[in-house]
């Protein structure tokens, strides 16, 4: 499993994560881990990482999580849009 973490939010006091596994890229927040003065545990926060990508591998080994696919971008979609919007002018 191939972790990386991103930078703090401090709005959100999340971290974003990518998990890989497997040829399967999960990308989430996670909640990040403060210290006594309510500053961000850098150390405790990848702590906590790891034990999320334990159920990430998990859920991933039983399908539970799987690689999506991301349909092809057309030109026709405008071209569609645009005449959908034309015959509601009617």
Same mark, same amino acid.
């Given at each position: 499993m191939k972790i990386s973490i991103g930078a703090f939010d401090a709005a959100t006091r999340t971290v974003a994560v990518t998990f890989e596994h497997d040829g399967v890229r999960h990308e989430r927040a996670v909640n990040a881990c403060l210290d006594a003065k309510g500053g961000y545990d850098a150390t405790a926060t990848a702590a906590r990482v790891d034990e999320v990508g334990r159920g990430v591998e998990y859920k991933i080994a039983a399908g539970v999580i799987a *690689?999506?696919?991301t349909p092809p971008s &057309? &030109?026709? *979609?405008?071209? &569609? &849009? *645009?005449?959908? *919007?034309?015959d509601r002018r009617v």
């Open positions: *690689a999506t696919v &057309s &030109s026709n *979609a405008d071209d &569609s &849009s *645009a005449r959908l *919007a034309n």
